[in-house]
């Protein structure tokens, strides 16, 4: 298949075998991008089978919005593609993509995300198949939001039938350490009055489990399911706990 006239940009830290998967998977591109932030891999080595340009990014991220705006203004060509470093756009899913930018009818693309947890996909739940922004123009798209930062286009944005597999987490233990660590993030650029976050947790976290659990069928993917609604009732919780510590640690 011809190179896809397309940047598929790559923010990593990471030097496992996922990011190895992701940077493979998007070789269809014409150029694909690398944003190094401390990841300590061996890119000669990386070199010689993959790809690549390198643009190495040495600050601590606090922003993730902001280092990939800065990845968009690295970009050659007119379309892009975002693709986290844990995640793979399977070849079958190519095709679509072309036709995505070849026809001219839309400015960005939501393109369909599922989860593949301790080996085995995830069907339901929130992250049976989430609907995100990936797929867009270089000069009418931006990224808002410090962390969970999320895609803004300005022009005609739509749908387009492409899966790409999002290996999140190889462990529970690894799962719980990285949403704890969201969550602090997440809590440290949050406010809130102390009766705000009493009556939050009260509210958020139980909802988050029932939505995750029930609502979204996510009991039909087994344990795992459970252990992911019960994981991400625990972000809700933790996201009000680190917000309120920022806040009023003195009284503790």
């Known amino acids: ?19 190895v998967n992701a940077l493979q998977s998007g070789q269809f591109a014409e150029e694909v991008l690398v944003v190094d ?19 190495k990014y040495t600050e601590r ?15 050659t060509y007119e379309w892009v593609f975002f693709l986290d470093s844990d995640e793979i756009i399977p070849a079958s899913e190519q095709p679509a993509i072309q036709r995505a930018i070849k026809n001219g009818k839309l400015d960005g693309a939501f393109v369909k995300r599922t989860d593949v947890f301790m080996g085995k996909q995830l ?12 797929l867009f123009r270089r000069d009418l798209g931006h990224f808002n939001r410090a962390v969970h930062e999320v895609a803004k286009v300005n022009g005609k944005v739509g749908n387009i039938d492409v899966t790409i597999i999002h ?10 350490s990285t949403v704890s660590w969201y969550a602090q993030q997440i809590g440290f650029n949050r406010s809130f009055l102390p009766h705000e976050v009493l009556l939050e947790l009260l509210i958020y976290p139980p909802g988050k489990f029932i939505f995750n659990y029930f609502f979204t069928l996510g009991f039909l993917d087994g344990w795992r399911g459970l252990i992911y609604a019960l994981v991400m009732s625990m972000h809700s919780a933790a996201v009000r706990v680190y917000a309120y510590e920022k806040e009023y640690a003195e009284t503790l």
């Not at 990841?39 to 340009?53: C, E, M, V």
């Not at 902001?66 to 990845?71: D, E, K, L, S």
């Not at 069907?123 to 990936?134: F, M, N, S, V």
Request: no cysteine; aromatic share 10%; net charge positive.
């Open 1 to 19: 298949m011809t190179k896809l006239p397309l940047t598929v940009i790559i923010l990593t830290n990471r030097n496992d075998q996922r990011f």
């Open 37 to 55: 932030n401390h990841s300590g891999n061996d890119w000669k080595k990386l070199a010689k089978k993959n790809r690549f340009r390198l643009i």
């Open 61 to 75: 991220i606090e922003n993730f919005a902001q280092v990939r705006n800065f990845a968009l203004e690295k970009a």
């Open 123 to 134: 069907r339901y739940g929130e992250a049976g198949k989430q609907r995100i922004l990936r």
């Open 167 to 176: 290996h999140a987490h190889v462990s529970i233990s690894e799962f719980i």
